[in-house]
């Protein structure tokens, strides 16, 4: 029987893929890539020639079984997602569980997440935090808000540059304009940067300047 790898590619920087992950990929018979055409230039980077087949959100479904068999008939698949962990906000989760259940190994090395360097950088205590990646685009938020408004934990969010004065005008209104926030975008790419303040701060940061690129959002824990 073969084995499933899952393996972290860099988030912005490529000089974040570790020799760990260059040596998995060339070795394995397939690898699955949320997009090959973005994937294809990572490999040709570190010149792996590797074969790629179309693994995302949109087809994991149906692809799920098929892989199974393929892993259980001897051969050695890769999973990556087009940056960071699979499985993290991204596809990776029904293959691991599939996998699992058939008996099947599964090696996740370590690699690059975003929300890592984001919380850290942030300040905010990080002993205790809840990753809640993206919010409820509409059924459900409001709800959300409300339960997360009394968490006490450092709290955690991915957001889409379109979307994020919409999430800090609503952490205004249901956490409060004086809660803590960091918003760190671009992390590891030449224009990385971290804004720190209230929500109210953050929030006129923004609307000022309007956000661009991959955005984590830290938010301190109520008192």
Known sequence: MGKLYLVPTPIGNLKDMTFRAVEVLKEVDLILAEDTRNSGKLLKHFEIGTQMYSHHMHNEHKTVEGIVKRIQSGENIALISDAGTPA???????????????????????????????????????????????????????????????????????????????????????????????????????????????????LKHFENKAPKGEIVVVVKGKD
Do not use: M
């Open 88 to 202: 993290i906000s991204d596809p990776g989760f029904l293959l691991t569980r599939a996998c699992v259940e058939a008996g099947i190994e599964v090696d996740c090395l370590p690699g690059a997440t975003a929300f890592v360097p984001a919380l850290v950088n942030s300040g905010f205590p990080n002993d205790k935090f809840v990753f809640e990646g993206f919010l409820p685009v509409k059924k459900g938020r409001q709800t959300r808000l409300e339960l997360l408004a009394e968490e006490t934990r450092t709290i955690i969010f991915y957001e889409s540059p379109h979307k994020l004065l919409k999430t800090l005008a609503q952490f205004v209104e249901y956490f409060g304009a004086e809660r803590q926030v960091s918003v760190s975008r671009e992390i590891t790419k030449l224009h990385e940067e971290t804004v720190r303040g209230t929500a109210e701060e953050v």
